[in-house]
């Protein structure tokens, strides 16, 4: 399996403009979650997924943030307006339905907002 | 909500020494698991080990082990025969029935040659 794939890897953009983040969750996998890490804050949840409905988004910081799983196999995370504030390491994550099933990351997007 | 507090921002330790990276948590179930992952400098987070709550042997993978204390909350990582390449952050993480995961602050471990 090709594990967690989140695209792009790297994205810089200018304060103000859209910026979409997607994750593709390892096949079979019931639950996605999604996560900004940020030396102030460490690792937040934003929002996490089952069967692509989305079950606590109390993590996303406000409304300029969107999540959405149309299928088991793709996610969005989307930013707009973007703000240098939200300038962050942004991961996907990945499980198995079950208590005890273990989350699997994706590499990160590193998103630069100028 | 449950909390995980991870109380050693830094540690560091000679190569092929020991070393015991502390977690605590809080909670009010019974049922839940406990995870440390790792966190190379590529940023990419690595399962570790992983720990059910109901059983009460600690978790082993190679020369990583878990000391789990359910009734103390505690759910340190030790980590024997420290290699270069065991240098990392390392996230304790707890995951609750409703599948919700909860992580630590960090802890950034340094190998000395």
């Known amino acids: 399996d090709a594990g967690v794939i989140q695209s792009p890897r790297h994205e810089v953009t200018e304060m103000g403009q859209e910026v979409t983040l997607r994750c593709k969750p390892i096949s079979g996998h019931d639950y996605l979650f999604w996560y900004r890490q940020t030396m102030m804050r460490g690792l937040e949840l934003l929002i996490y997924?089952?069967?692509?409905?989305?079950?606590?988004d109390s993590g996303m910081p406000e409304d300029r943030f969107s999540a959405k799983m149309p299928n088991a196999s793709f996610s969005t995370l989307k930013i707009q307006p973007s703000e240098p504030r939200d300038s962050a390491v942004y991961f996907c994550a990945s499980s198995l339905a079950g208590g005890g099933e273990t989350q699997y990351f994706g590499p990160g997007t590193r998103l630069l907002v100028l | 909500a449950q909390t995980v507090t991870q109380s050693q921002p830094e540690m560091s330790v000679q190569e092929a020494e020991t070393v015991t990276l502390s977690c605590t948590y809080d909670t009010s179930e019974s049922d839940y698991y406990l995870f440390w992952y790792k966190q190379p400098p590529s940023r990419q987070m690595i399962l570790v080990i992983r720990q059910e709550a109901y059983k009460q042997q600690n978790a082993t993978e190679n020369r990583f082990s878990v000391n789990f204390q359910k009734a103390a909350k505690s759910f340190s990582l030790k980590i024997s025969d420290s290699q270069l390449g065991d240098a990392a952050m390392y996230f304790c993480a707890y995951r609750s029935a409703t599948s919700q995961f909860y992580f630590g602050t960090g802890t950034s471990l340094t190998v000395i040659p």
């Open positions: 997924f089952n069967n692509n409905v989305p079950i606590d």
